[in-house]
Every structure is written in structure tokens, then in C-alpha cells.
């Protein structure tokens, strides 16, 4: 498994990375629990970025299994 996080922000407080790790956290955990087999190699891509009016972007994925 490959986990690829890409952060791209000028400033961030501490009041602020703190939720943000805890959601990370809990998205890969859900990620590896559920959405991978155990022989299947999985990928979790993380992109956090910020815009110009300090806005804050989450993208996170996965390309496991998904059930409709």
C-alpha cells in the first residue's frame, strides 16, 4: 500500500491541524479497514491545499473497493 499527500499551504494554526490530522487519520483507518483487500495493493492520495483568502481544500481518496 502507498499512502501520497501532497500539502501546498502557506500558514496553518495549530487550532486548525489538529481536526485536520484527526480526520487524515480516520479517513486511511476506514480506508485500510474496509476498502482494501488484503492481497490488493492499495493507494490513498491526500491533497491539502490553500487558497489566496486562506480557504483551506481537502481532497482524499482511494482506489479500493467500492460497493454501490
Do not use: R
Not at 487550532?15 to 488484503?38: Q, R, V
Amino acid at each position: 500500500m502507498s499512502i501520497k499527500v501532497k500539502i501546498e499551504l502557506d500558514h496553518i494554526d495549530i487550532e486548525t491541524l489538529i481536526p485536520i490530522g484527526l480526520l487524515f487519520n480516520e479517513l486511511c483507518l476506514n480506508s485500510i479497514k474496509y476498502a482494501f483487500e488484503e492481497s490488493k495493493k492499495g493507494e490513498i492520495t491526500f491533497v491539502m491545499s490553500q487558497t489566496a483568502d486562506e480557504l483551506i481544500t481537502l481532497e482524499y481518496k482511494d482506489n479500493g473497493k467500492w460497493k454501490k
